[in-house]
């Protein structure tokens, strides 16, 4: 049964295996000595109204590491947003027995396609809870690691209103979770990994959960567990936790028990991609997939981000919302063009891609806002796996600072120009760090806006 380059969707809910590049199995298992072979299978497991991509830069780590890519999965949460009422039903979003019930499907696929007994989870922010319920209340024997990245363990806030809520400490769901002398499951290694003061869902005031100056009762050591091994990773903000290089770091070194050999991401002389198109009905975003969308894929140059020749490749999504795979030199920067069904044209910029990969999940962007009008283009940057720290970081758009992004704790992750009708068409930097990319300004007046993404 070859897995290689394909997704398992178990209803609308999808497992991206992560198979062979270039037509090997999934099935087979990796050879004793094999470097990375020793390590158990891992899962990873997105958070919050995200997606199974955040995780690219960390299994290619992995994998440049020695660990062989049939090993390294990542799930992709039909409904990823959390319920307001975790009994209550809400259209588009999931409740926790959801995800614990996905999870389980997941693992089960995971331990079939490698013949392992037992595997390794790892999870940020919201993924750790459907972690931590799988292993306590889903028969979790078969998890020998589980690493919470940036989990609000005890919650965002700890109040007596709005109990139903997943994210509540004093909820029923995370005082189940935390009942007793150790909150952890014995059977399991448990490793948590925090921020030191910028993870702004372990803050111990209410503004960022729309009610400054009251005290949410949680404070930075929030994501800690009585009975797991703790870490404080430094500066690091919310997402970071999880695919910072020194999460990397930490993940690795605590499910292999030694340092990992290299830190930087080795290319591969082949790249071949692909990944689903996904949609947001009603405004939610989801994993679930779109049929009857365009991706065509361009080459562009990195200094003007005009394309270089016809497109590398052009398809369109059946009922499962695959498209690819692409084959790209790891050396290119490329164009994404996005066309969905009821949705704005979506042209997607990014760095070149050193390794292959089966989630480079597509999702158009958000409809042009009243706040676009009168603007010729609109142009987004966009970091999926973290944010923009101000001043922590280096953030230029179109050679200045971004004014929509607040300084202090960091907390956006997008930000957003807007160009006159005679500014259209011309090249536009984004610079975030050392990751620079330059998209081009697309007309706004026929339905389009750019995305500056970001892989690092």
Same mark, same amino acid.
């Given at each position: 049964?070859?897995?290689?380059?394909?997704?398992?969707?178990?209803?609308?809910?999808?497992?991206?295996?992560?198979? +062979?590049?270039?037509?090997?199995?999934?099935?087979?298992?990796?050879?004793?000595?094999?470097?990375?072979?020793?390590?158990?299978?891992?899962?990873?497991?997105?958070?919050?109204?995200?997606? @199974?991509?955040?995780?690219?830069?960390?299994?290619?780590?992995?994998?440049?590491?020695?660990?062989?890519?049939?090993?390294?999965?990542?799930?992709?949460?039909?409904?990823?947003?959390?319920?307001?009422?975790?009994?209550?039903?809400?259209?588009?979003?999931? +409740?926790?027995?959801?995800?614990?019930?996905?999870?389980?499907? @997941?693992?089960?696929?995971?331990?079939?396609?490698?013949?392992?007994?037992?595997?390794?989870?790892?999870?940020?922010?919201?993924?750790?809870?459907?972690?931590?319920?799988?292993?306590?209340?889903?028969?979790?024997?078969?998890?020998?690691?589980?690493?919470?990245?940036?989990?609000?363990?005890? *919650?965002?806030?700890?109040?007596?209103?709005?109990?139903?809520?997943?994210?509540?400490?004093?909820?029923?769901?995370?005082?189940?979770?935390?009942?007793?002398?150790?909150?952890?499951?014995?059977?399991?290694?448990?490793?948590?990994?925090?921020?030191?003061?910028?993870?702004?869902?372990?803050?111990?005031?209410?503004?960022?959960?729309?009610?400054? =100056?009251?005290?949410?009762?949680?404070?930075?050591? =929030?994501?800690?567990?009585?009975? @797991?091994?703790?870490?404080?990773?430094?500066?690091?903000?919310?997402?970071?936790?999880?695919?910072?290089?020194? @999460?990397?770091?930490?993940?690795?070194?605590?499910?292999?028990?030694?340092?990992? +050999?290299?830190?930087?991401?080795?290319?591969?002389?082949?790249?071949?991609?692909?990944?689903?198109?996904?949609?947001?009905? *009603?405004?939610?975003?989801?994993?679930?997939?779109?049929?009857?969308?365009?991706?065509?894929?361009?080459?562009?140059?990195?200094?003007?981000?005009?394309?270089?020749?016809?497109?590398?490749? +052009?398809?369109?999504?059946?009922?499962?919302?695959?498209?690819?795979?692409?084959?790209?030199?790891?050396?290119?920067?490329?164009?994404?063009?996005?066309?969905?069904?009821?949705?704005?044209?979506?042209?997607?910029?990014?760095?070149?891609?050193?390794?292959?990969?089966?989630?480079?999940?597509?999702?158009?962007?958000?409809?042009?806002?009243?706040?676009?009008?009168?603007?010729?283009?609109?142009?987004?940057?966009?970091?999926?796996?973290?944010?923009?720290?101000?001043?922590?970081?280096?953030?230029?758009?179109?050679?200045?600072?971004?004014?929509?992004?607040?300084?202090?704790?960091?907390?956006?992750?997008?930000?957003?120009?807007?160009?006159?009708?005679?500014?259209?068409?011309?090249?536009?930097?984004?610079?975030?760090?050392?990751?620079?990319?330059?998209?081009?300004?697309?007309?706004?007046?026929?339905?389009?806006?750019?995305?500056?993404?970001?892989?690092?």
């Amino acid at each position: 049964m070859d897995l290689s380059r394909r997704t398992i969707l178990k209803g609308a809910g999808a497992l991206s295996l992560l198979g +062979s590049r270039l037509g090997g199995s999934a099935m087979a298992q990796a050879a004793p000595d094999a470097p990375g072979g020793d390590i158990p299978p891992i899962l990873f497991v997105h958070g919050n109204g995200d997606q @199974a991509p955040l995780w690219m830069t960390t299994i290619w780590r992995m994998e440049s590491n020695g660990v062989p890519h049939q090993r390294l999965l990542a799930v992709n949460f039909t409904d990823p947003l959390a319920r307001a009422d975790d009994k209550v039903e809400q259209a588009g979003r999931s +409740s926790t027995d959801d995800q614990r019930r996905e999870l389980g499907e @997941a693992i089960k696929e995971l331990k079939q396609a490698t013949g392992a007994a037992r595997i390794a989870l790892v999870g940020s922010s919201r993924g750790g809870y459907a972690i931590r319920n799988y292993i306590k209340n889903g028969g979790g024997d078969d998890v020998s690691h589980a690493v919470l990245c940036g989990t609000p363990n005890h *919650g965002v806030y700890a109040w007596d209103e709005g109990l139903g809520n997943e994210f509540n400490g004093r909820g029923p769901f995370l005082r189940g979770l935390n009942d007793g002398d150790s909150e952890v499951t014995p059977g399991t290694a448990f490793l948590t990994l925090r921020s030191d003061g910028l993870d702004k869902y372990a803050q111990a005031d209410g503004r960022f959960v729309g009610k400054p =100056g009251m005290p949410t009762n949680v404070t930075a050591d =929030g994501p800690a567990l009585k009975g @797991a091994t703790n870490l404080v990773l430094g500066a690091l903000d919310h997402r970071e936790t999880a695919f910072h290089p020194h @999460a990397f770091r930490e993940i690795y070194k605590f499910i292999a028990g030694r340092e990992p +050999s290299r830190i930087g991401i080795t290319p591969e002389t082949t790249v071949r991609l692909s990944g689903l198109v996904t949609g947001t009905p *009603g405004g939610v975003p989801t994993n679930r997939p779109v049929s009857g969308a365009s991706v065509d894929i361009y080459r562009v140059s990195a200094e003007t981000g005009e394309r270089i020749g016809t497109p590398l490749h +052009s398809s369109q999504t059946g009922s499962d919302g695959r498209w690819g795979p692409a084959q790209v030199d790891p050396t290119w920067p490329l164009e994404f063009v996005l066309t969905a069904p009821n949705a704005v044209t979506t042209h997607i910029y990014r760095s070149p891609f050193p390794r292959s990969s089966d989630i480079v999940h597509l999702r158009a962007a958000r409809p042009l806002l009243p706040a676009d009008a009168g603007a010729g283009a609109v142009i987004m940057m966009s970091r999926p796996r973290g944010y923009f720290g101000l001043p922590r970081d280096v953030v230029l758009l179109d050679g200045k600072e971004p004014a929509d992004v607040k300084p202090g704790v960091p907390t956006d992750s997008v930000t957003t120009l807007r160009l006159s009708a005679a500014e259209v068409g011309r090249p536009v930097v984004g610079l975030f760090n050392e990751e620079r990319i330059v998209a081009r300004a697309w007309p706004a007046s026929e339905n389009r806006i750019a995305i500056a993404e970001l892989t690092y």
